[in-house]
C-alpha cells in the first residue's frame, strides 16, 4: 500500500498541499493521504482527499513521535517529537515493514509537505 503523508500550517490552501505531494512525487498509486489525527479533518486536506478519491488515515501525535525520519526539522521535532509529519505519517499509516519511497518535499510557498511511503497495510 502505497501512502502519502502530509505535513502542513493550519492555513494552508489545497493548492499548497498539491504542490507538496506533486513535489514527492504525484499522487498515482496512493492508497491513501495521511496526517496527524488533530488535523485529519482541515478542509484543504478533506478537500485534497476527495479530488483524488482517497480516505485520509489520521495518526496519533503520540505514534508520530515513535517514528524516525530520514529528514528533521527542529521545529517540527520539538512540536510532534519527530522530525517531519509527513514522512512519520507515511510510515506509519503504509502498515508493516513501510519504508519511505519519496522523503519529505515542500510546496513552493513553504506551507505544506509531502512523503510517500510504501508498506503493506496492516
Keep these: 500500500m502505497k501512502?502519502?503523508?502530509?505535513?502542513?500550517?493550519?492555513?494552508?490552501?489545497?493548492?499548497?498541499?498539491?504542490?507538496?505531494?506533486?513535489?514527492?512525487?504525484?499522487?498515482?498509486?496512493?492508497?491513501?493521504?495521511?496526517?496527524?489525527?488533530?488535523?485529519?479533518?482541515?478542509?484543504?486536506l478533506q478537500a485534497l482527499a476527495r479530488e483524488?478519491?482517497?480516505?485520509?488515515?489520521?495518526?496519533s501525535a503520540a505514534r508520530l513521535a515513535e517514528m524516525q525520519t530520514a529528514t528533521q526539522s527542529e521545529f517540527i521535532k520539538a512540536r510532534f517529537g519527530t522530525g517531519s509529519v509527513a514522512e512519520a505519517a507515511a510510515v506509519a499509516a503504509a502498515g508493516r515493514g513501510a519504508r519511505l519511497i519519496s522523503v519529505r518535499a515542500t510546496s513552493q510557498d513553504r506551507m505544506a509537505t509531502a512523503a510517500?511511503?510504501?508498506?503493506?497495510g496492516e
Excluded: M, Y
Excluded at 5 to 20: E, I, K, Q, Y
Excluded at 52 to 59: F, H, S, Y
Design 3 to 44: 501512502v502519502a503523508g502530509l505535513g502542513f500550517r493550519s492555513n494552508a490552501s489545497v493548492a499548497s498541499l498539491r504542490d507538496a505531494l506533486d513535489a514527492a512525487g504525484g499522487p498515482n498509486g496512493l492508497a491513501a493521504v495521511a496526517t496527524v489525527s488533530d488535523k485529519a479533518d482541515a478542509l484543504a
Design 116 to 120: 510517500i511511503a510504501e508498506g503493506d
Design 52 to 59: 483524488l478519491g482517497l480516505p485520509i488515515r489520521g495518526i
